[in-house]
């Protein structure tokens, strides 16, 4: 069973700062790892993907990755009102790109 | 534009009655996958499909069906819906490196 947990929050943060989402799985094997936002009543949106050990920055996202600890997280650096979501993560595994799992996401609320 | 489009957005049906959730994109991508979404639980793949005639199963493909006869399109059928198939649907269409864009949902009611 491939299980992805992130903790569900509500995660409230102060408008400006930074927010940190963390997310854990269990497979050893898993290959990529995304970040989706959804806002409530819409489809997930993909913000970003990593699939090698460190750090990649887009914008006010940075994704970490450490495989050896079976780690991803996503910070929103200058956090707005408007990136109040629920931030879902997923991974792939190596054995079949195919399949996803995503974790059941936390809510983040950006306070003014 | 660029999009995933669902139809049925909404539907209340009782059990046993079949229906079919259609999924269409306009983005010429190969991959196409369904997932259901329930509190709790997140996300969970039910089929995927990598091409035409290229589909296998998701995390919980059990009470569904799917075909990929065209790329742009992916149906999602259920042949005998159930009480617990009620949920919210997504269809999902990828390009190469699996950055999957999500369909608008279409929200099931079984009863």
């Known amino acids: 069973q491939k299980e992805v947990e992130q903790n569900s929050g509500p995660l409230s943060v102060p408008e400006g700062a930074i927010a940190s989402l963390n997310c854990t799985y269990s497979?050893?094997?898993?290959?990529?790892f995304f970040w989706y936002r959804q806002y409530s009543g819409k489809s997930p949106e993909l913000i970003m993907f990593?699939?090698?050990?460190g750090d990649k920055e887009d914008g006010r996202f940075t994704a970490q990755l450490n495989k050896a600890s079976q780690y991803v997280s996503l910070l929103i650096r200058d956090s707005q009102p408007s990136d109040s979501a629920t931030y879902l993560c997923?991974?792939?595994?190596?054995?079949?790109?195919?399949?996803?799992?995503f974790g059941s996401g936390t809510k983040l609320n950006v306070k003014p | 534009e660029a999009q995933v489009t669902q139809n049925p957005r909404y539907l209340i049906t009782v059990t046993g009655k079949k229906l079919t959730v259609t999924c269409s994109q306009n983005m010429n991508h190969e991959y196409m996958s369904w997932y259901r979404q329930d509190p709790g639980l997140g996300l969970r793949q039910i089929y995927y499909s990598m091409n035409v005639e290229v589909t296998d199963k998701g995390d919980v493909p059990e009470g569904y069906k799917v075909s990929r006869k065209e790329k742009r399109n992916f149906p999602l059928i259920l042949e005998s819906p159930s009480p617990n198939q009620t949920s919210l649907y997504f269809c999902?269409?990828?390009?190469?490196?699996?950055?999957?864009?999500f369909g608008p949902g279409t929200r099931l009611t079984v009863t």
């Open positions: 997923a991974v792939n595994i190596r054995d079949n790109f195919n399949k996803f799992y």
């Open positions: 999902a269409s990828g390009s190469r490196l699996f950055e999957q864009y």
């Open positions: 990593i699939y090698s050990n």
């Open positions: 497979d050893r094997g898993s290959q990529s």
